[in-house]
């Protein structure tokens, strides 16, 4: 699930901006529902992210995988039930977008993920690798029920270590955010490396669960500056002159000041809840948390809701690549409002 912060490539767009109608979208009031559920669902938005000019890019579709979902199963300390996405629909011009809903209805999501502008990006190695194992390393870790945020950060690090081992071409600097929700019974966990952020809907206020991982954040360039690295300016700020964000999986060059080491977050999930939007900083470089949120009320899924995201950051000129997911709680009990 994304810009990377780093310096824009500066190109035309190839393709036409959508309707100005496309912005114009009211928000609806939120309706108090009750909750119920027990559970354990894992979403992860994999934002490939650029590192140095050359190469092609495309967008990691925002699901888990198969794996995952049976190592889910496979805990046996609930019911378990993964997000796993549907086959994406394609439009032709780069945009995938599909849903998923669980059992019971009481959870649906959505997700939509958009190319941009940019003709060129950098590898897209580090998100495969995250796509394939994070997950994987995450509901194999001992701790994952009784400890799970031990077992979030555990597992964040132990992936982009593997990731480094695995990497043989020493030339090849690819790295990828990552932002991850894990919901375990009533408990809402929030992972984030990165600039990629998750953003709640709660009795209708916008609340960030994330804290985008940049350099020039006091505790982060000290965090650095500490390790031995610099953090300057040049048009933004930048890791040794370089990135524009301070964590991130990869990056083997700056591995000693850009740590994968997550930021968790944890939410219980109560009446008062109602979405959940997880997004690339294609996203967040042009869309206020708040108005993201007044956006998903409008729509009448949060498929469309993900869809019409993208859609508002390519219209408002964002230039990276746009992935977000939906996910909207109580679903059963609104529909039936």
């Not at 977008?97 to 649906?108: A, I, M, T, V």
């Amino acid at each position: 699930m994304v810009p990377d912060g780093g310096a824009k490539d500066q190109e035309a767009s190839t393709s036409s901006s959508p309707p100005a109608a496309a912005i114009a979208r009211a928000a609806r009031p939120p309706r108090p529902v009750s909750f119920k559920t027990k559970r354990i669902v894992v979403w992860n938005p994999l934002k490939h992210r650029r590192f140095r000019v050359g190469g092609t890019r495309t967008m990691v579709e925002a699901s888990s995988s198969a794996q995952a979902v049976r190592g889910a199963r496979e805990v046996g300390e609930a019911t378990t039930a993964a997000a796993v996405m549907g086959p994406p629909k394609e439009d032709g011009k780069g945009h995938r977008c599909g849903g998923w809903k669980s059992e019971d209805g009481s959870l649906h999501c959505g997700y939509s993920s958009l190319r941009g502008r940019r003709a060129r990006h950098g590898g897209s190695c580090a998100a495969e690798y995250l796509k394939e194992h994070l997950f994987e390393n995450l509901l194999k870790h001992s701790a994952f029920i009784t400890d799970t945020k031990t077992a979030i950060s555990e597992s964040y690090t132990r992936t982009d270590t593997d990731f480094l081992d695995a990497e043989t071409n020493i030339h090849r600097e690819d790295g990828s955010t990552a932002s991850t929700a894990i919901l375990i019974d009533n408990h809402l966990y929030v992972a984030n490396v990165g600039d990629s952020r998750a953003v709640i809907s709660k009795a209708g206020k916008a609340i960030a669960l994330s804290d985008d991982h940049k350099p020039d954040r006091s505790d982060e360039r000290e965090r650095i500056e500490n390790a031995g690295g610099v953090v300057t300016f040049s048009g933004t700020w930048r890791v040794g002159g370089v990135l524009a964000m301070s964590r991130a999986f990869g990056d083997r060059l700056l591995k000693r000041f850009v740590v994968a080491e997550p930021e968790i977050q944890e939410q219980e999930i109560d009446d008062e809840l109602e979405y959940l939007i997880l997004a690339s900083d294609g996203l967040w470089d042009v869309v206020s948390n708040e108005h993201a949120v007044a956006f998903v009320k409008g729509e009448v899924c949060p498929e469309a809701a993900a869809r019409k995201l993208t859609e508002i950051a390519f219209a408002r000129g964002s230039t990276d690549n746009i992935t977000c997911i939906v996910i909207e709680f109580h679903r059963a009990n609104m529909v039936n409002k």
